[in-house]
């Protein structure tokens, strides 16, 4: 019996297998089919119980997190300003010395965040308004950056840049232009005047002034450095040409030696016009300033003036002197026209903490004028 039971063991063992394969089979059928049903209400956000916290990691994958981070960078650039300028440059064509002319850069904001100013910046001769620093502006609206410049007095080509810094991403910094060719409307002879001491009037005669553009103009002013050369005219007559008969005033001329005149009018195009003037001296100091350095108090020291005749005159040296009584004349020598001075210069006692002392050196013309020339000198250690 105990061999034929041994016998019987494997059939029974293989029918209680195969009915446990056939039960494992349909357990995992109905798991798909649970697995199934749990995806589908998932998906229309509805849990079923049998899939517990499992099936919410699969249909909750790290993608969706991307996605929103996504929509966040999108909502961001989409919130970026846009600063769009209509034009970057503005040519003004052909003006005329002196006039004040104005334009305008029209702009908008086309992204959809708000744009911010941060800074404004012009050059010389242009006066920015209408747009500051820390301004803002919403999303579609628009501004213009308004200027005025005013053209300068010498003819030729201008141009000018502006820039406007803002927090648009893609231009940070717009560089605007503006250009214009400076074209002379009134002529006037002669550009610049050289003035003589030895001749009357100074060799002024007169200045002949011309309209370019066939437009009448009347002469409104007359200015010159210390009122040394002044013109008679009737600012109510209209011309295209004028002649101003000038005037030296010998006394002043020689006390300022180089200046300037200016002559205001009404054209159009040209309200003012300037030429410069220089006066040949009746001499010519050199050195015109003397330097010392490293100096002791009481030590003298000596040095050398040329005084030139600019017309070729004789002339004789009266004096020689200083104002603090520093400089004595040593020697003088008379070469052609001109004369060699040799003089000591004897430094005073230091008297500031400064350790420099300083003076004037006269040179008085026998029955003429009196030379100066200014004297500084640095103390030994200073």
């Given at each position: 019996?105990?061999?034929?039971?041994?016998?019987?063991?494997?059939?029974?063992?293989?029918?209680?297998?195969?009915?446990?394969?056939?039960?494992?089979?349909?357990?995992?059928?109905?798991?798909?089919?649970?697995?199934?049903?749990?995806?589908?209400?998932?998906?229309?956000?509805?849990?079923?119980?049998?899939?517990?916290?499992?099936?919410?990691?699969?249909?909750?994958?790290?993608?969706?997190?991307?996605?929103?981070?996504?929509?966040?960078?999108?909502?961001?650039?989409?919130?970026?300003?846009?600063?769009?300028?209509?034009?970057?440059?503005?040519?003004?064509?052909?003006?005329?010395?002196?006039?004040?002319?104005?334009?305008?850069?029209?702009?908008?904001?086309?992204?959809?965040?708000?744009?911010?100013?941060?800074?404004?910046?012009?050059?010389?001769?242009?006066?920015?308004?209408?747009?500051?620093?820390?301004?803002?502006?919403?999303?579609?609206?628009?501004?213009?950056?308004?200027?005025?410049?005013?053209?300068?007095?010498?003819?030729?080509?201008?141009?000018?840049?502006?820039?406007?810094?803002?927090?648009?991403?893609?231009?940070?910094?717009?560089?605007?232009?503006?250009?214009?060719?400076?074209?002379?409307?009134?002529?006037?002879?002669?550009?610049?005047?050289?003035?003589?001491?030895?001749?009357?009037?100074?060799?002024?005669?007169?200045?002949?002034?011309?309209?370019?553009?066939?437009?009448?103009?009347?002469?409104?002013?007359?200015?010159?450095?210390?009122?040394?050369?002044?013109?008679?005219?009737?600012?109510?007559?209209?011309?295209?040409?004028?002649?101003?008969?000038?005037?030296?005033?010998?006394?002043?001329?020689?006390?300022?030696?180089?200046?300037?005149?200016?002559?205001?009018?009404?054209?159009?195009?040209?309200?003012?016009?300037?030429?410069?003037?220089?006066?040949?001296?009746?001499?010519?100091?050199?050195?015109?300033?003397?330097?010392?350095?490293?100096?002791?108090?009481?030590?003298?020291?000596?040095?050398?003036?040329?005084?030139?005749s600019n017309y070729q005159a004789e002339f004789e040296?009266?004096?020689?002197?200083?104002?603090?009584?520093?400089?004595?004349?040593?020697?003088?020598?008379?070469?052609?026209?001109?004369?060699?001075?040799?003089?000591?210069?004897?430094?005073?006692?230091?008297?500031?903490?400064?350790?420099?002392?300083?003076?004037?050196?006269?040179?008085?013309?026998?029955?003429?004028?009196?030379?100066?020339?200014?004297?500084?000198?640095?103390?030994?250690?200073?």
């Amino acid at each position: 019996m105990v061999e034929r039971h041994d016998a019987t063991r494997p059939v029974a063992t293989a029918k209680h297998s195969s009915a446990r394969l056939s039960a494992g089979w349909l357990l995992i059928l109905s798991g798909l089919l649970a697995l199934q049903a749990g995806c589908q209400e998932e998906s229309s956000n509805v849990r079923g119980p049998s899939m517990g916290a499992e099936p919410a990691r699969i249909a909750e994958p790290s993608g969706e997190a991307i996605g929103v981070d996504s929509q966040a960078d999108e909502a961001q650039a989409v919130k970026s300003p846009r600063l769009v300028i209509e034009t970057m440059v503005h040519d003004f064509g052909e003006i005329g010395p002196g006039t004040s002319h104005s334009a305008k850069f029209k702009f908008k904001n086309t992204g959809t965040g708000p744009l911010k100013i941060a800074q404004v910046r012009s050059c010389c001769g242009v006066v920015t308004r209408g747009v500051k620093a820390g301004q803002v502006y919403k999303p579609g609206e628009s501004g213009a950056l308004e200027l005025d410049y005013r053209a300068s007095l010498q003819p030729g080509s201008m141009k000018r840049n502006l820039y406007i810094q803002s927090d648009d991403p893609l231009l940070g910094v717009a560089a605007l232009t503006i250009k214009a060719t400076i074209v002379p409307r009134v002529e006037y002879k002669p550009t610049r005047l050289r003035l003589f001491m030895n001749k009357d009037n100074a060799g002024a005669d007169s200045i002949e002034l011309k309209s370019l553009d066939g437009k009448p103009f009347a002469i409104k002013g007359f200015r010159s450095t210390a009122k040394s050369i002044t013109a008679d005219f009737d600012p109510s007559v209209q011309a295209t040409e004028f002649s101003l008969k000038l005037k030296a005033d010998m006394d002043k001329l020689e006390r300022n030696l180089k200046g300037q005149i200016s002559i205001d009018l009404n054209h159009p195009e040209c309200k003012n016009i300037r030429m410069l003037y220089d006066v040949l001296p009746e001499f010519t100091i050199n050195p015109q300033q003397i330097m010392l350095f490293n100096i002791q108090a009481g030590q003298p020291v000596q040095r050398e003036i040329w005084i030139l005749s600019n017309y070729q005159a004789e002339f004789e040296i009266e004096s020689v002197s200083s104002q603090k009584g520093t400089v004595k004349l040593l020697e003088k020598k008379k070469v052609d026209n001109r004369c060699q001075l040799k003089i000591e210069i004897t430094p005073p006692a230091v008297d500031s903490e400064r350790a420099v002392m300083s003076d004037v050196v006269d040179v008085k013309i026998e029955g003429g004028q009196a030379l100066t020339i200014q004297c500084r000198g640095f103390y030994q250690g200073s």
